[in-house]
């Protein structure tokens, strides 16, 4: 991920040098475990625990002559090591891919953490969002076309939720990532005893893989990939809420504008949804990582090297562009301007056509058929309306008239109120303030 839209926390997950930390924390445990069952001398223990992760530039130049990565790693760190002997038992029974794993475990373990503090920040964002606007009336639309009043706090609600259980999915990918092998060439433990695989699980808080064939099977990775996707673009749902909402001819919602902030470089009156799509391009980025990935399941016989490049790319571009989208949406939300008095104007907007609903069902109840005389008398009011201008009420009673239908205009008064269209939604706005 470029540098643009990578926060420091994450890209150190991701950094060359940390990896080399987790390479060399991997590396020391399997030596303590070797010496401890007294297949190595324990006087190689300290040596090794002590040299210093080699930096990337000297694992790089080693790479740019032996084309492998963890080759040019360990000769880097026999290189920091004293005695330099002591390395020779580094790596000892162990094959490339169980410290790869092992190391990439680690690394989705801590993405994933950082993913879900956030995660947290702004399920507690759009909650409390909602419950501060759970009286603040609005059309409510579907298909881009005004239908029932609503209040605003309702649709930030299933935000709210949609998000919680996003999270949620975030928790149990990480258990499913969260599986490292240390069992040697083609999986089969022919030079490490399985007991050097569960010392190093114990010590990480990893779970051994139940089995392995060199390499970890990528379901666990996939799933990972796929809860991120699916939390990014629930992040977009968001975006695209507030996209419409900024729309001039809507013009509810207003992202936070700083000051000294422009909008165009041509047109200076410009007040542009550039975060909420900014989100909506970089949910792409993350949702274009599943396939890829999946692909990574599929390798020939115990292991082939063809997901490896992919993951390079992909995981670390997943949870950097996810981590700076829950922080982008945090702060969208956070500073939202929401305009009551446009939304109560856009309510009003149709000249009542936003209570044809209400009104069909007291004709029903009033006697008349649905389909054959209440719904066809409501729509032709309502299309005369749509054409006219004039008020739906005024529309209604001629055509009410014309089929000799007397109205009941206190009762219509009664129904034909916004209010009475949410007076049902405090058990949505009571199970969102106890959502944690």
């Not at 300290?46 to 492998?68: G, L």
């Not at 207003?254 to 799509?277: D, L, R, T, V, Y």
């Not at 005369?384 to 009420?393: A, M």
Request: glycine share 6%; hydrophobic share 45%.
């Amino acid at each position: 991920m470029i540098e643009r839209y990578t926060l420091p926390e994450m890209g150190r997950v991701w950094s060359d040098a940390h990896k080399y930390e987790l390479w060399c924390q991997v590396e020391t445990l399997v030596v303590e475990a070797h010496a401890e069952a007294g297949t190595i001398p324990p006087e190689v223990v300290e040596p090794v625990r002590k040299a210093p992760p080699p930096t990337p530039e000297a694992v790089h130049t080693i790479e740019a002559v032996t084309q492998h990565d963890v080759i040019a790693f360990l000769s880097a760190w026999a290189d920091n090591t004293e005695p330099r002997e002591a390395a020779r038992y580094v790596h000892f029974g162990m094959t490339s891919s169980d410290l790869l794993d092992t190391a990439l475990a680690l690394q989705l373990v801590e993405a994933t953490d950082i993913l879900l503090a956030k995660a947290d920040t702004l399920v507690a964002t759009l909650r409390d969002h909602a419950l501060a606007h759970r009286a603040t009336l609005r059309v409510g639309r579907t298909h881009g076309i005004h239908g029932e009043p609503d209040v605003w706090g309702h649709r930030v609600a299933d935000f709210a939720f949609a998000m919680a259980r996003s999270r949620d999915r975030l928790r149990r990918a990480r258990e499913a990532v969260g599986v490292m092998a240390i069992s040697g060439a083609v999986g089969t433990y022919s030079n490490i005893d399985p007991a050097v695989e569960l010392h190093v699980a114990r010590k990480f808080g990893l779970k051994s893989a139940d089995v392995s064939t060199q390499v970890v099977m990528r379901d666990g990775i996939s799933e990972w990939v796929s809860a991120l996707a699916i939390t990014a673009t629930v992040c977009e749902a968001v975006a695209l809420e507030v996209r419409h909402g900024q729309r001039t001819e809507v013009r509810e919602l207003w992202e936070p504008f700083g000051k000294g902030q422009k909008g165009s470089s041509a047109m200076p009156h410009k007040k542009n949804p550039i975060i909420s799509e900014r989100l909506a391009g970089m949910a792409r980025i993350v949702r274009g990582q599943i396939v890829p990935v999946l692909e990574g399941i599929p390798l020939w016989h115990e292991r082939d090297i063809s997901h490896s490049s992919t993951e390079r790319i992909a995981l670390p571009d997943a949870s950097i562009a996810l981590d700076y989208m829950l922080n982008l949406t945090n702060r969208l939300m956070s500073g939202l301007v929401v305009d009551e008095a446009r939304m109560t104007a856009n309510l009003e907007s149709t000249g009542g056509l936003i209570y044809t609903s209400t009104v069909l069902l007291e004709l029903v109840e009033a006697g008349m058929s649905r389909d054959d005389e209440a719904y066809p008398l409501v729509q032709k009011a309502a299309m005369e309306t749509w054409e006219t201008g004039v008020p739906f009420r005024e529309t209604l009673r001629k055509h009410a008239a014309e089929a000799g239908l007397a109205l009941d205009e206190a009762r219509l008064d009664e129904v034909c109120r916004p209010e009475r269209f949410v007076k049902r939604l405090d058990g949505v706005f009571d199970r969102l303030a106890m959502l944690a």
